[in-house]
T-cell receptor, first 119, second 115 residues
Framework: AQKITQTQPGMFVQEKEAVTLDCTYDTSDQSYGLFWYKQPSSGEMIFLIYQGSYDEQNATEGRYSLNFQKARKSANLVISASQLGDSAMYFCAMRESHMTTDSWGKLQFGAGTQVVVTP | DSGVTQTPKHLITATGQRVTLRCSPRSGDLSVYWYQQSLDQGLQFLIQYYNGEERAKGNILERFSAQQFPDLHSELNLSSLELGDSALYFC??????????????FGPGTRLTVL
């Protein structure tokens, strides 16, 4: 079963506007971590922001904030004041806390959302 | 720059061949992970090592193997290569590899093309 769902394959946003990227997740763990990564066209994966399942405050890192709604199992990324350099693929990922031989520390990724920022 | 290094950046080889991908983790990180990114499968976890020992195995084919050396660098060996093995292979590292808060930092990736 899909653990991470990103329903927006792609979106356009104008420079200086805010954009929200949707992410829903599925887990029965009480303790888990949610991560967002950015992948520009050059290919590298850049860590953006982390939210722990027990964190009461939404995570923020500069222009990135995470809208965490635990009951809805959603962890949407908000990018404020978009810049041309924000054009990239964005991945939501989850790390569960239960440890098994096939999942000890792995990240499970969604399919990604392609963001294009236009002038 | 994440601090994770991977070599080579690009690799072009033929079917049936064997290649080795190399990864050096960030200073201080004990855990190394390998992921494969392909158009049809997305990002898939392959294998994790912690301080030289295998910790978890994901969707890794039997033709693939990996190890982590005493200096903590890791190698991913891919043998009997097939066209479908063409992908971007990422190495990531984290401090201790346990718990849900441990952030993984990714290297730049090795793009493998099998002709």
């Amino acid at each position: 079963a899909q653990k991470i769902t990103q329903t927006q394959p792609g979106m356009f946003v104008q420079e200086k506007e805010a954009v929200t990227l949707d992410c829903t997740y599925d887990t029965s763990d009480q303790s888990y971590g949610l991560f967002w990564y950015k992948q520009p066209s050059s290919g590298e994966m850049i860590f953006l922001i982390y939210q722990g399942s027990y964190d009461e405050q939404n995570a923020t890192e500069g222009r990135y904030s995470l809208n965490f709604q635990k009951a809805r199992k959603s962890a949407n990324l908000v990018i404020s004041a978009s810049q041309l350099g924000d054009s990239a693929m964005y991945f939501c990922a989850m790390r569960e806390s239960h440890m098994t031989t096939d999942s000890w520390g792995k990240l499970q990724f969604g399919a990604g959302t392609q963001v294009v920022v236009t002038p | 720059d994440s601090g994770v290094t991977q070599t080579p950046k690009h690799l072009i080889t033929a079917t049936g061949q064997r290649v080795t991908l190399r990864c050096s983790p960030r200073s201080g990180d004990l855990s190394v992970y390998w992921y494969q990114q392909s158009l049809d499968q997305g990002l898939q976890f392959l294998i994790q090592y912690y301080n030289g020992e295998e910790r978890a195995k994901g969707n890794i084919l039997e033709r693939f193997s990996a190890q982590q050396f005493p200096d903590l660098h890791s190698e991913l060996n891919l043998s009997s290569l097939e066209l479908g093995d063409s992908a971007l292979y990422f190495c990531a590292s984290s401090v201790d590899g346990a718990g849900s808060t441990d952030t993984q930092y990714f290297g730049p990736g090795t793009r493998l093309t099998v002709l």
